[in-house]
């Protein structure tokens, strides 16, 4: 099967740094992507690493270790506008569009 | 308009009443979700469909049921609805190649009393 793990709440100042981990375990790996969801809307995408690395998106990172079976998703530039839930999901099954997420984690980013 | 596009937006059913949610997109992805939302558990994949015609299940598949005559329709079905079904329900369709992120509808929120 698969699961994830990602803290369930961060707090942090508009204008810092703040970084959101996921552990995984899964069958048939394809990639890691990350979403952010605001109340009342509906998850967006915002980053797929399939590689070992990081990738960057503006203010925006995201990196994974395959071996680790770990990554995060960095955010930079804190704005109050990131005030959001963010999810961590795993792509896998056949073909890899068997994708799971994780329980999310509620930033809330402080004046 | 061009998008992903569920409806109803928001409806409420009685126990044991069947109910349909629609989900139609105008891009001819392949690939198209079903995913619902309770507080805690985040989304949880109920089936997913690779093409018309092709469906499978995914982590949460018992009580619902879903058909894909055609690439732009993907409608679920509650055969017998029951209040363990309340939740906020998400369609999301996506390119084929696992480099593209899905995209979402805008939900039902769906209420069974």
């Known amino acids: 099967g698969q699961s994830l793990e990602q803290p369930s709440e961060v707090t942090a100042v508009e204008g810092a740094i703040v970084q959101i981990n996921c552990t995984y375990q899964?069958?048939?790996?394809?990639?890691l992507s990350w979403y952010q969801q605001h109340d009342g809307g509906a998850p967006t995408f915002l980053s797929y690493?399939?590689?070992?690395g990081l990738e960057e998106t503006g203010r925006f990172s995201s990196f994974l270790s395959r071996s680790d079976s770990y990554g995060y998703l960095l955010l930079q530039e804190l704005q109050m506008k990131d005030s959001a839930s963010y999810f961590c999901a795993v792509r896998g099954g056949t073909g890899g569009f068997k994708t799971i997420f994780g329980a999310g984690t509620r930033l809330f980013v402080k004046a | 308009d061009a998008g992903i596009t569920q409806s109803p937006r928001y409806k409420i059913t009685e126990t044991g009443r069947q109910v349909t949610l629609m989900c139609h997109q105008t891009?001819?992805?392949?690939?198209m979700f079903w995913y619902r939302q309770d507080l805690g558990h985040g989304l949880r994949l109920i089936y997913y469909?690779?093409?018309?015609?092709?469906?499978d299940k995914g982590e949460v598949p018992d009580g619902y049921v879903v058909s894909r005559s055609k690439t732009e329709n993907f409608p679920l079905t509650l055969e017998s609805a029951t209040r363990s079904q309340t939740s906020v329900y998400f369609c999301?369709?996506?390119?084929?190649?696992?480099?593209?992120?899905?995209?979402f509808g805008s939900g039902t929120r769906l209420t069974v009393v």
């Open positions: 469909s690779a093409a018309a015609d092709i469906t």
């Open positions: 899964t069958s048939g790996f394809y990639g």
């Open positions: 891009w001819s992805h392949s690939y």
């Open positions: 690493n399939a590689l070992d």
């Open positions: 999301a369709s996506s390119e084929e190649g696992t480099d593209y992120g899905y995209t």
